[in-house]
């Protein structure tokens, strides 16, 4: 079913006003610039464009697909625009590390049609391992950048990006940050153009196949198409300059300039801002124009001092006197995503500035971290493989991964020893399985093994490997909002597809597999404890769909307060949000779904399942 | 000069807060203001605290600056306090009584609602407390409770959009299905502050 909102996005016609996030204005963008072909894999804060797109693709006549992985995405959308077709893929900032290897290469080949690459960066990780600055990507592989700073900027810069990619042939990178994806706001939507839904490759291997010698050619080509675009980004109407009267002024892109913006008008700071919105390459001679008449230049970019560093070469090379300030002399933070208070904080070392002072508070405030929801089967998981463990009186290392099961971090679960990447709960523990006597169980999501678990566990039947893997299989991909991928029996754009089965492909590498079905307690405590001590490689299937996404409701158990002895085994070991204690433990009836996980553990039979009120 | 009208909306995973706040966006867009609008997805969710800002007028970031919020509109007492760095001076609250406490904490580690409710009433005289949920749960479901709320912070003074506008953009952003329950929280938590 498609939503009213995806209905607005799709019919939404020329100069119409929408109240869209700033992903909704990417999955515009692309129909708007008759994209044909658009991939993804889901990830924060980017998973709102494909959310859009694998709704109202087909309604378009778009191709669109959650692929596998992002370097699969990224040579899917390659090999579109090779053929002359649009292509859009977009993803999350750790996301474009997978694509990389292919990425950097694009840039050599080129493309004929189209093709734009957004980044969602994550400043001050809300959903992310890291906070690296994509912006680095632009520079790496020799390719234009933007940096939008609002949904209509993602809208018009997206567009833009598709028609410079066209002109010079080659791939264009779009960064955001989390509070420019995730900004809703007016968006003036524009008309749709005609979309190629099919092109025809010509084959000219000199180009499209890098071997050394044609590489040799191809980056010859692509410093030349760099320093063409490097002469019009002067003159372009996305960097534009916020004059005042002054000798002070602000070099600032994406999101970081409205906080500038803000402080600046809200304390009429006599500050000129040079805004930059085409950030690779760098317009150096309309930097060096708007420096000539200042003393002070403050440099406001997030995440990594980038232009501040080439605002440095542009004063050295053209010998000019500017005191700059950034992150480079401490002036502003060198981590996490800025906003008015810190920019006020920062500017205000130079400049007297009256700021708000913090409220102190007397009492300490419980923290409130995220976890899982009640009914969740990671949950269930977690619980007996700790009891298994228990019984068996053994310790190990949990190597985790990617995905809602990595809430396992907090207590009381404690199932978060070690984790890099998506895929490296398994790369790990083959390291941790030869390099100490510990014992090691991984854990790794069903969405998560068919992006990076594979490989990894090839390796670790091929070399010998001796751990437990846990595949937690909830049929989603729950993290990013609960998008298919190849285990189901549905593709991206909702059409029957065929599901792969983990456990055929664990089964084909001869690995002994177990499937359970994590909420029937006993039983996994029971395969928990023989995996754990069967030698060799093991992998168990704990599968159960994930209750977010299929909203399946038992009725609320009901606690005896009679029988129960307050041993607290339920609030110190399971943790489920529906079980309060308020002189006497509670089930809240607001939050219970009924999954009897609580009922099984408790060791006074006190909960019952299927009751009424508790109240 | 303060550039906009800030609404700052805090509360927990899941009590459709980002709703609440699209629901005054998309009305304040229709009434020809500028607005920016913050929202958070992902991790953060799951049970976890979160929060919207709302800024009608000229700003352009959607991080409500320290001291900047006209209006709170709080689901969870705990998180209007954890946020009381947000409002300024005399600013409306509109606040939850309701308590959620966080999964990990222990028995009594919680402070007491009528605690919190002083501390907010310290850099506030316009503190508005009342039972949301039990609005709802009145009105015909739990979880029109965001609707109760919502009613209360229309009725505050300096409130920038009327009553109708704000039900006009709710027939726009909310299931027709559910629309009848919602209205009914709406109006209770508006009554319970014109009243």
Redesign the interface.
């Known amino acids: 079913m498609v939503g009213d909102h995806m209905i607005k996005i799709l019919n939404a016609t020329e100069g119409d ?1 929408v ?1 869209l ?1 700033g992903n909704e204005a990417a999955a515009r963008a692309a129909i708007e610039s008759g994209v044909g072909v658009a991939s993804t894999y889901p990830g ?2 980017s ?2 464009i494909g959310d859009v797109l694998s709704k109202i693709a087909s309604k378009v006549g778009m191709y669109f697909e959650f692929s596998t992985n992002e370097k699969v995405a990224v040579e899917v959308a390659a090999a579109a625009a090779a053929s002359g077709v649009r292509s859009f893929t977009f993803m999350k900032h750790v996301g474009v590390n997978v694509a990389s290897d292919s990425l950097v290469s694009i840039g050599y080949t080129g493309v004929e049609a189209g093709m734009v690459i957004l980044s969602a960066d994550d400043p001050s990780m ?2 992310s391992q890291n906070e690296q600055d994509n912006r680095h990507y632009a520079r790496f592989a020799n390719i234009p950048l933007l940096e939008p ?2 949904p209509q900027e993602i809208l018009d810069f997206t567009k833009y990006a598709f028609n410079l990619s066209e002109k010079f042939k080659l791939p264009v990178l779009v960064r955001t940050t989390t ?1 420019v994806s ?5 968006v003036k939507v524009g008309g749709i153009q005609k979309m190629r839904k099919k092109g025809q490759f010509k084959k000219d291997p000199s180009r499209f196949v890098l071997v050394p010698s044609t590489a040799r050619t191809m980056h010859k080509k692509l410093i030349k198409k760099i320093n063409k675009i490097s002469k019009i980004v002067d003159k372009s109407p996305y960097n534009q300059i916020y004059h005042a009267n002054g000798k002070y002024g602000i070099i600032t892109s994406g ?1 970081a ?3 500038a ?2 402080l600046v ?2 304390k ?1 700071l006599p500050i000129s801002i040079l805004k930059l919105g085409f950030t690779y390459p760098l317009p150096s001679g309309l930097i060096s124009q708007f420096l000539e008449d200042l003393e002070k230049v403050f440099i406001i970019e997030e995440v990594d001092p980038i232009i501040e560093k080439d605002v440095l070469s542009i004063i050295g090379q053209e010998n000019l006197e500017v005191d700059v300030h950034g992150k480079l002399d401490g002036t502003f933070p060198r981590i996490y995503e800025y ?3 810190i920019v ?1 904080a920062s500017i205000g070392k130079l400049i007297p500035l009256k700021l ?4 102190a ?3 300490h ?9 009640p009914g969740c089967p990671h949950r269930a998981t977690y619980y007996s493989i700790n009891k298994a463990l228990e019984e068996l009186e053994m310790q190990v290392i949990f190597s985790t991964d990617i995905g ?1 099961y990595t ?1 396992g971090i ?3 679960y404690n199932t978060a020893d070690y984790l890099l990447s998506m895929g490296s709960s398994i790369g790990a523990a083959c390291g941790f399985s030869k390099a100490t006597r510990q014992k090691i169980v991984s854990f790794i999501g069903d969405s998560t093994f068919f992006h990076a678990g594979i490989p990894p566990l090839l390796n670790a039947v091929h070399n010998k490997h001796d751990f437990l893997i846990v595949i937690l299989d909830n049929g989603t991909t729950a ?3 609960g998008q298919p991928h190849p285990g189901l029996p549905f593709d991206g754009m909702g059409d029957e597809a065929p599901a792969i089965s983990i456990e055929s492909i664990v089964e084909a590498l001869g690995i002994n597999v177990k499937v359970i079905n994590p909420m029937n307690i006993k039983k996994s405590i029971r395969t928990f404890k023989e995996a754990l001590t069967t030698p060799s490689l093991n992998v168990v299937i704990a599968r159960y769909p994930c209750q977010l996404s299929f909203k399946a409701r038992g009725k609320p158990v009901r606690i005896n307060n009679n029988l129960c002895n307050e041993c607290l085994e339920c ?1 110190n070991k399971l ?3 529906a079980i ?3 002189n006497g433990i509670k089930v809240d009836q ?1 939050y219970c779904r009924g999954c009897t996980v609580c009922v099984q553990i408790c060791p006074e039979k006190a909960i019952k399942p299927k009751g009424g009120s508790s109240e | ?3 906009s009208y800030d609404i700052y909306i805090c509360g ?2 899941g009590q459709g807060i980002i709703k609440a ?2 629901i005054i ?2 009305a304040a ?1 229709k009434e020809g203001m ?16 979160v929060s919207t800002n709302l800024r009608i007028g ?6 409500i ?4 919020a006209d209006l709170m509109m709080a689901f969870e007492p ?2 209007a ?2 946020a ?2 947000k409002i300024k001076k005399d600013a409306h609250l509109v606040v939850n009584l309701t308590p ?6 222990n ?1 009594g ?3 007491p609602v009528d ?1 919190i409710i002083m ?1 907010l009433k310290k ?1 506030s005289r316009n503190v508005y407390a009342f039972d949301a ?1 039990r609005m709802a749960l009145e009105a015909g479901h ?1 979880l029109s409770m965001n609707m109760a709320i919502l009613g209360a912070a229309t009725a505050t003074p300096n409130f920038p959009l009327s009553q109708d506008v704000i039900i006009e953009s709710m027939k726009e952003n909310l299931p027709s299905r559910f629309f009848k329950v919602n209205l009914k929280a709406f109006k209770g938590g508006f009554m319970s502050l014109e009243g």
């Open positions: 006003e109240f996030l924060t804060p998973s709102e809300f959903s700073s609002n509070r995730h900004m809703r706001s007016k999101g300039f409205n906080y913006h803000d008008n809200e009429e906003n008015q208070d006020g708000e002072k913090k409220k508070l007397k009492t405030l419980p923290e409130r971290p995220p976890t899982f929801c809602c809430l907090e207590k009381p993290m990013t909002g609030i943790a489920c949000p309060t204690y308020d607001r | 000069m303060k550039l927990v995973g706040g699209e966006g998309w867009m500028n607005v920016v609008m913050s929202e958070i997805h992902g991790m953060a969710q799951r049970g976890g605290g000229k700003a352009k970031g959607t991080i600056p320290n001291g900047h705990l998180e306090l954890r009381i760095d959620i406490p966080p999964f990990n904490i028995p580690e919680y402070p605690e501390e850099v949920d739990p």
